[in-house]
């Protein structure tokens, strides 16, 4: 059974960090590029991270560049998003992507930045 689950979301305060992580099973996850997206409440969801199948060549939006930091383990069968400096406008619902030729989803995990 394909799946992919995220974690390491959470509360934390402007200017804190989280690191998500994002756990394939059931298919080879080191065969394609993995994106992360986040969706606030009311939005439209956003590509924040991009990271290709052997991790060179990551890209971000403007929003979140400089701060955000994809990297991946094939090994271990994860990509995870380091996110430091955070935002109250960086509050969503983070959701990996198992890019094509697949097209698999998590089931998201919540950031929420506040004081």
Excluded at 20 to 48: D, H, I, M, P
Excluded at 63 to 72: D, E, L, M, Y
Aim: with cysteine; hydrophobic share 30%; glycine share 10%.
């Amino acid at each position: 059974q394909v799946q992919l689950v995220e974690s390491g979301g959470g509360l934390v305060q402007p200017g804190g960090s989280l690191r998500l992580s994002c756990a394939a099973s059931g298919f080879t996850f080191s065969r394609n590029a993995v994106s992360w997206y986040r969706q606030a409440s009311g939005k439209e969801r956003e590509l924040v991270a991009t990271i290709p199948r052997f991790g060179a060549g990551t890209n971000y939006p403007d929003s979140v560049k400089g701060r955000f930091t994809v990297f991946r383990d094939n090994a271990e069968n994860t990509v995870y998003l380091q996110m430091n400096s955070l935002k109250p406008e960086d509050t969503a619902v983070y959701y990996c992507h198992a890019d094509p030729p697949f097209d698999y989803w998590g089931q998201g995990t919540q950031v929420t930045v506040s004081s």
